[in-house]
């Protein structure tokens, strides 16, 4: 039977427990059965692996368990100091640990908690900043935080589904290309050394192939020193505000993946804004701290330009659409929550819609590329193998 690792708060304290249940459902129903304050669940077997060298870098899952974490702690009526104190010696993962105590540091310091967030951006992403910073005031934080839990959750689901659809096309691809490379380089030639010996005619697609494979020869690694370059500048360079300008539009051009790239953009945004709004942020001061979340310069500019009409007065659907890069469904959609005095619900309605649109684009991207790659995967190998077989024939022929 499954275990698992669980924390409850009692009073001021979290208490570690490690216990047997068939699942997670059964795990939160005794919790609730004993009047214990459930702060974490986590099978086990199913942790965080440490990683050699360097930073261990925070990932969303890890995140969203905090965020989570905290606005359980928040609600139990504990100052933030002191849930900041508590998770700083329960957090497993070192960075996170590190990073939380530093907070609990500045907050007790008299620094105000999005300040003490805001010194560590590698780590608490400008979406938890900024909500916290509107919650504090507004005094909703534990609301905020598991708002933005909810949130993080689900761009982290949807940049995993991404990745899922993506990594089997491209594996496929890189795996036919290193064989092929390798047929091409290594094996050929040495058939074709043995033909020539025996003093046979290699046949038209032979030689072909050879041609080819000589091309290679001369290519790959000249090819190879490039690409190792481009990655090392791409590395260096990718988040400049040149470069994104200029590779940003490209993206959302590309067939198959633009469409998608736009989707996912639109989603990532029009979420935290809808988010930044119910937290009590205004529309003026929600507009530049959501755009960035875009991660696209095309999508973000298009509700920066739209954002310039509201502090003229306008309501933000009236222009938000202007330059077609934003759907028209979601400024009708927004339309009609302005009317009611309350966009924000509205616009996460609009971020669920697009979010299922791009779970199921990444289903049918991944069932239309695989049959295209494993044909041309295929039709690249047998090629090269006919290339092959085809002057075994004549070797049979001028052996006898």
Known sequence: MPQFDVRYLVGSTIVPERITAD?????????????????????????????????????????????????????????????LRMMSKEIEHPTLASAVDAVATDVDAGSSLAAAFERH???????????????QSGGFLDTA??????????QAELAADVKQAST????????GILASVIMLVFLLPRFAGMFDELGGELP???????????????????????????????RRNKHRESVRRTIDPIKLRVPIFGPLARKLAVTRMLRTLGLLLESGVSMIEAIPKAAPTANNTVISGALLKAGEYVQLGEDLSVHLSDDGHIPTMASQMLRAGEKVGDPGPMLDRVAKFYHSEVSR???????????ILI???????????LAMYLPMFSVFELIG
């Open 375 to 385: 044909t041309t995967v295929g039709a690249m190998m047998g090629v090269q193998l």
């Open 204 to 234: 038209l697609l032979t030689r072909m192939v050879m041609a080819a494979s000589e091309v290679v020869k001369w290519v790959a690694i000249p090819v190879a020193v490039l690409a190792a370059i481009a990655a090392v500048w791409w």
């Open 23 to 83: 699942n997670e459902d059964e795990v939160r129903a005794g919790a609730s059965l004993r009047g214990a304050t459930l702060l974490s669940v986590k099978k086990v077997g199913t942790g965080m692996k440490m990683e050699i060298g360097g930073p261990k870098r925070v990932k969303p899952d890890e995140l969203n368990q905090f965020v989570r974490m905290f606005a359980t702690i928040v609600a139990a009526d504990l100052s933030v100091l002191e849930a």
């Open 145 to 154: 935080l598991l708002a933005t839990a909810d949130t993080l959750e689900e």
């Open 361 to 371: 684009a990444t289903k049918k991207m991944s069932s239309t590329l695989e049959p």
């Open 168 to 175: 089997y096309p491209l594996t496929v691809l890189v795996v």
């Open 121 to 135: 951006p590698s780590v608490f992403p400008a979406l938890l900043i900024n909500a916290v910073s509107a919650a």
